[in-house]
Structures are given as C-alpha cells and as structure tokens.
Nanobody, 122 residues
Framework: QVQLVESGGGLVQTGGSLRLSCIGS????????MGWFRQAPGKEREFVAG????????KYADSVKGRFTISRENAKNTVYLQMNSLKPEDTAAYYC???????????????WGLGTQVTVSS
C-alpha cells in the first residue's frame, strides 16, 4: 500500500519558520517528481512547490518564491518543505504529493498524503 505521511506542521507566529517532512512508503519515489500543495478553508487546493526526481529542478508558486524551499533525500524516500518568513495567508493544510513521471507536470499528482496543518498567527 502506497502511503505519503506528512509531519512538521503546527502553530507559528508571523515571520517564523517551519519545516515539513513527507515520508513515502509502499514504493520507491526516487524516480518521480514530488510536490507540496495546500488548501485553506473555503479555497481550492493549490500548488506550492515541486521537485524533479533528481532534485535538480524545482518550481514554486509565485506566492511562496523566495520564502519556501523544497528538497528531497531519495535514500530516505523523503521530501521536505522549508518555510521561512511565514505569513497569516500561508495558513492551510499542506499536502505532500507524488507524480508518476520524473519531471514536474501540470497534471494532478498520482498519490497524496493526508495533510498537516500549518497555522500562522498575526
């Protein structure tokens, strides 16, 4: 059974930092792109960041560029999202996702985690 399990969410003040982790199991994710999405209450789920299988190329939503960094450790089947300079508008449930190809597509990911809540207080 394929699983993606996120951790690292929590409550932080404006300007603070959090590091999210996502561990995959049930298959090897080292050959596919992975990403992070988020969904705030009453809003649609949106793309936050993506990373190719090798980690060479990354992609970010404009709203998080320069503040968030996605990275991965293939040997650990793990992807991270370092979030700095957090703002109240970053408050959302954050979801880890995995694709079926090595590049970062615009299509819907094939696998999803259950999410971890990030709340940024003003």
């Amino acid at each position: 059974q394929v699983q993606l399990v996120e951790s690292g969410g929590g409550l932080v003040q404006t300007g603070g930092s959090l590091r999210l982790s996502c561990i995959g199991s049930g298959r090897t994710f080292s050959s596919v792109a992975m990403g992070w999405f988020r969904q705030a209450p009453g809003k649609e789920r949106e793309f936050v960041a993506g990373i190719t299988w090798s980690g060479t190329y990354t992609k970010y939503a404009d709203s998080v560029k320069g503040r968030f960094t996605i990275s991965r450790e293939n040997a650990k089947n793990t992807v991270y999202l370092q979030m700095n300079s957090l703002k109240p508008e970053d408050t959302a449930a954050y979801y880890c996702a995995a694709y079926s190809i090595s590049a970062i597509p615009t299509t819907t990911p094939n696998y999803w985690g259950l999410g971890t809540q990030v709340t940024v207080s003003s």
